[in-house]
């Protein structure tokens, strides 16, 4: 079972795109779902997580721009994101960890499935 992501693409600052993540198959006890991104020479950093209660939280470059959602019943993740800058220019991924995560929601090693990765270019 893999994590497939889609929607990305090329846009202009200021327009809107949004991200959806879903399973192959279905995954069972999935916990945490994430999306990270990473820029060119840059290392991977989150974008924004959500537990299976919608618990969500954000990072600041993502805080009142991006948001996250989830429909559980789909094992799916979206990332609705809009006022979009040239700097969110990224690779976007997403992640899930099955059961209780062992750690920090925002260490990317915690998670246990990773999905391809979706581009998402911004121009000026």
């Known amino acids: 079972v893999q994590l497939q992501a889609s929607g990305g693409g090329l846009v202009q600052a200021g327009g809107s795109l949004r991200l959806t993540c879903a399973p192959s198959?279905?995954?069972?006890?999935?916990?945490?779902m994430a999306w990270y991104r990473q820029a060119p020479g840059k290392e991977r950093e989150v974008v924004a997580t959500i537990t299976s209660g919608g618990v969500t939280t954000y990072a600041d470059s993502a805080k009142g721009r991006f948001t996250i959602s989830r429909e559980n019943a789909k094992d799916t993740v979206y990332l609705q994101m809009n006022s979009l800058k040239p700097e969110d220019t990224a690779v976007y991924y997403c992640?899930?960890?099955?059961?209780?995560?062992?750690?920090?929601?925002?260490?990317?090693?915690?998670?246990?499935?990773w999905g391809q990765g979706t581009l998402v270019t911004v121009s000026s």
């Open positions: 198959g279905r995954i069972l006890n999935i916990n945490h």
């Open positions: 992640a899930a960890v099955i059961g209780t995560i062992p750690g920090n929601s925002w260490y990317p090693g915690n998670y246990d499935y």
